[in-house]
């Protein structure tokens, strides 16, 4: 999640125009450029992350063997490689140095994320590698080039393998079933796309990761029985499309999942059409001040029941605002444990060089997100009340069994029979297939 300038929430996106190191039989050009990149980096974090301590870590010592290693190193990639790995040793979701990019990207043409403690493909391109490799929506992911896919890594992993050190091969060992693991090879479609450089972008870095165009439609539908939904993929941009027709809504479901945060205003807003008097959700603490973030009440503004569905992506924004409603009891959280990666941060937009600019990127966590009691959500996430993760099967139809209980769970609140009507069945599955065919529609080539 992020607030409006300076401070900002999510991980900003720096797409840039130029590579280090065009030439790549010339690296001592690279490694000149790669150690100045380091002293930048390095200085900012000591100067800027909301700790002062750098988490009790020997940052000097540690600056200084990213710099051996950058002697040593035989490829960009492995400089590039040493920084962020500098940088990694935070441990901090918002703080991530952006190297300068190739415009080349490889493409694999498969979606995984955490389901649970399983890493499971969610979506497949199916003119991709892994489509015609027979990989299947549902399979579950055991390792990646020899590295076992977990929860709290894959994002990390992919990031390497997509973007830090991109490779042209992925060796994929995955499950389907009770058969035994399989592995297949993967070699990508390189995509030489237009890259944009744009440091004030809204889009947030694990997008970086994504090979699917981002989902940015607000689904909404009214059930029978007064059952209000509306899916909100993104906290990012101006204000959202909160549907009047919810006014006389006898429950209420707010979908977050996939969404990667954004900025605190829109958070403020959402929170608004939800709470009949003016507060606080949590303050930012940083080295020299406390800000904090407030809400005041919006119309059309709702006192019904609310069910709010979340996922291992859930993040940031759409993890403060899923926590704040738990926290009053006024709403239950449905699904997967949300991603953990709230912090406030601010992006600095660097560069080196005078005749031939080169862009990189570096944001830091400069404040933490506490809430009025001193939770913190940061590595923890939120825990929902009912635990819902689909299955292999499930996700391979298309079915949605989390949207399904969220509906029976809404209708018992508003004093409905629990079981479904067919009717209520029929659009269901008519707005869920929207959806999927929404999300298939980001695959292109």
């Given amino acids: ?82 920084i962020f790995s500098l940088v990694d040793k935070l441990h901090d979701s918002h703080t991530v140095f952006l190297a300068p990019q190739r415009v080349a990207r490889p493409r694999f043409g498969f979606e995984a994320k955490p389901f649970g403690d399983e890493i499971r493909i969610y979506s497949l391109n199916p003119k991709g590698a892994a489509a015609a490799a027979g990989l299947k929506i549902g399979d579950r992911i055991v390792q990646i080039n020899g590295f076992s896919a977990e929860r709290n890594s894959f994002d990390l992993m992919m990031l390497y393998y997509r973007v830090l050190h991109p490779v042209l091969r992925l060796q994929v060992v995955y499950a389907r079933g009770d058969s035994p693991p399989q592995t297949v090879l993967l070699d990508a479609k390189v995509k030489q796309g237009t890259m944009v450089e744009d440091l004030t972008n809204d889009l947030n870095l694990w997008r970086l990761i994504a090979e699917a165009d981002e989902t940015t439609t607000y689904f909404t539908n009214a059930f029978d029985g007064g059952i209000a939904y509306m899916q909100v993929p993104t906290f990012s941009g101006g204000h959202l499309p909160m549907p009047h027709r919810f006014d006389s809504a006898k429950a209420v479901i707010i979908d977050l999942r996939g969404n990667l945060g954004g900025n605190t205003d829109v958070l403020a807003e959402l929170t608004g059409h939800f709470e009949a008097q003016p507060g606080t959700m949590a303050d930012i603490v940083t080295r020299k001040k ?3 973030i407030k809400f005041k009440p919006q119309k059309p503004n709702f006192a019904a029941p609310m069910f709010i569905l979340v996922d291992s992506e859930s993040a940031s924004a759409a993890e403060m605002f899923a926590r704040h409603f738990q926290r009053g009891r006024r709403a239950t959280i449905i699904g997967d444990r ?33 809430f009025p009691d001193g939770e913190q959500l940061e590595k923890r996430g939120v825990t929902p009340d009912v635990q819902c993760v689909p299955t292999a099967e499930q996700l391979s139809n298309g079915h949605d069994p989390c949207l399904a209980m969220a509906l029976t769970l809404a209708r018992k609140a508003a004093g409905l029979p629990e079981d479904l009507p067919d009717s209520t069945r029929k659009d269901l599955a008519a707005l869920v297939a929207s959806m999927n065919r929404e999300r298939e529609s980001g695959w292109k080539d």
């Avoid at 300038?5 to 030439?23: K, T, W």
């Avoid at 992006?347 to 031939?356: K, Y």
């Fill in 1 to 82: 999640m992020r607030r409006r300038s300076p401070l900002r929430f999510a991980i900003l996106v720096c797409i840039l125009l130029s590579s280090v190191g065009a030439d790549a039989d010339d690296l001592r050009l690279d490694r000149e450029n790669m150690r100045n990149i380091l002293n930048i980096v390095a200085k900012d974090i000591e100067k800027n992350y909301h700790d002062a301590t750098l988490g009790g870590l020997d940052w000097k010592a540690l600056t200084e063997e990213a710099r051996k290693k950058i002697e040593d190193a035989k490829s960009v990639s492995a400089m590039v490689t040493a």
């Fill in 290 to 292: 406390t800000d904090s």
């Fill in 338 to 370: 949300t991603s953990g990666r709230v912090n406030a941060a601010q992006f600095f937009p660097e560069h080196i060089g005078t005749d031939r600019i080169i862009p990189f990127g570096l944001e830091i966590s400069v404040g933490r997100v506490v």
